[in-house]
């Protein structure tokens, strides 16, 4: 069972930048594809960037405009987010997903807040 938790969300201005981390567990596969999706109160999820662990190679979603960017550090069995110049409509819950069998994102953490005001 792939167990995923995130932190590092908060409260934050306008133009300001936050790092989010999503821990996942060792049993994790070594070529698992990861997500963040965010979530805001009266919206639909969105993807916000994904990562293909072995291989490395990511993707952003287009409407972020290059500001939000998503690594790892296998070392640490750890995924994050960095969101530079964020802006109110940034506001939402961020969660990280995990799709080990190439069937979809079917674990996910329980999620963490992102407020800018």
């Known amino acids: 069972h792939v167990q995923l938790v995130e932190s590092g969300g908060g409260s934050v201005q306008a133009g300001g930048s936050l790092r989010l981390s999503c821990a996942f567990d060792?049993?994790?596969?070594?070529?698992?594809?990861m997500a963040w999706f965010r979530q805001a109160p009266g919206k639909e999820r969105e993807g916000v960037a994904a990562?293909?662990?072995?291989?490395?190679?990511?993707t952003a979603n287009p409407s972020l405009q290059g500001r939000f960017t998503v690594s790892q550090d296998g070392a640490k069995n750890t995924m994050f987010l960095q969101m530079n110049s964020l802006k109110p409509e940034d506001t939402a819950m961020y969660y990280c997903a995990s799709d080990p069998n190439g069937l979809g994102f079917t674990y996910w953490g329980q999620g963490t807040q992102v407020t800018v005001s």
């Open positions: 990562l293909d662990i072995g291989a490395g190679s990511t």
């Open positions: 060792a049993y994790t596969p070594a070529n698992v594809r």
